[in-house]
């Protein structure tokens, strides 16, 4: 599977985006998956991770009630909606999908496939 994410941008704190994740090659419908982030001079965390039918997820505690994991199988996407923006938010933001993991709920970072990173800031 090949991913593409896209959706980043500048905004202000208190704002929101929404990342958007395709899914192109095979269907996403089988695929559990994640958003991870990177910040300058930090360590990849993740951020966010689905099971493949959406049905079981995990937001990690600093994202916890701001952002929201979402997925259209039908359409082949991946979401990251991201509202109350705060400026340490700021990174690049990436997608992952793995089949490894059947319907179960993964949020490591044993991803197989990755998408390009997507640039989020958060102005203060």
């Known amino acids: 599977v090949q991913l593409q994410a896209s959706g980043g941008g500048l905004v202000r704190a208190g704002g929101s985006l929404r990342l958007s994740c395709a899914a192109s090659?095979?269907?996403?419908?089988?695929?559990?998956m994640g958003w991870f982030r990177q910040a300058p001079g930090k360590e990849r965390e993740i951020v966010a991770a689905?099971?493949?039918?959406?049905?079981?997820?995990y937001h990690a505690d600093s994202v916890k009630g701001r952002f929201t994991i979402s997925r259209d199988n039908a359409k082949n996407m991946g979401y990251l909606q991201m509202n109350s923006l705060k400026p340490e938010d700021t990174a690049v933001y990436y997608c992952?999908?793995?089949?490894?993991?059947?319907?179960?709920?993964?949020?490591?970072?044993?991803?197989?496939?990755w998408g390009q990173g997507t640039l989020v800031t958060v102005s203060s």
């Open positions: 992952a999908a793995d089949r490894y993991y059947g319907d179960s709920l993964y949020a490591g970072d044993e991803f197989g496939y």
């Open positions: 090659g095979r269907p996403f419908s089988s695929y559990a």
């Open positions: 689905s099971s493949r039918s959406g049905g079981s997820t």
